[in-house]
């Protein structure tokens, strides 16, 4: 459950702290948020509500996850996505983002290769239409966050110099 909330909450903190320094003193007037950042909110909220409820079936249903696939979502998480995410903090505020471009792109791929391990080997047999779909949803929701985040980091001009 606490992975589900952390990549928003540590997100809304992370804008809060750095909205105090000049150059990002837009993010205090959210009518100047570039686009990328409600992009960033709506599909967040989404993979959030998604895992929230993944959760919660898996509650209700009395679900159990085995010490295998808990230590490959583990993995996936610790190993993939935290890296991640402290690498795109780092590329939002640095002058020159584009050096972190390719430990961001090597991170990635193996975020997605452990998350492709996991949805396979443990979910593909085990989950029913519905929880395949909160997945999907959780899955899509974090993929387009990214994009927008990656768009915001590496591709926006004049946001860095």
Do not use: K
Request: aromatic share 12%.
């Amino acid at each position: 459950m606490l992975a589900s909330l952390a990549p928003g909450t540590l997100f809304a903190v992370a804008l809060a702290l750095v909205s105090s320094q000049p150059r990002f003193s837009w993010l205090t007037e959210p009518l100047r948020y570039p686009w990328e950042l409600w992009v960033v909110a709506l599909a967040g909220t989404t993979a959030t509500v998604a895992g929230v409820a993944d959760w919660r079936y898996h509650r209700v249903a009395q679900l159990r996850v085995g010490p295998n696939e808990h230590r490959a979502e583990f993995l996936a998480l610790a190993g993939g996505g935290f890296p991640l995410f402290l690498l795109m903090c780092a590329a939002s505020v640095a002058r020159r983002p584009l050096a972190f471009l390719l430990p961001v792109l090597i991170v990635l791929i193996g975020t997605v290769v452990l998350i492709c391990y996991d949805e396979f080997v443990f979910h593909r047999r085990r989950c029913d239409a519905w929880e395949a779909l909160l997945h999907r949803i959780l899955l899509g929701g974090h993929a387009t966050a990214f994009l927008a985040w990656a768009h915001f980091c590496f591709v926006r001009e004049g946001l860095h110099g």
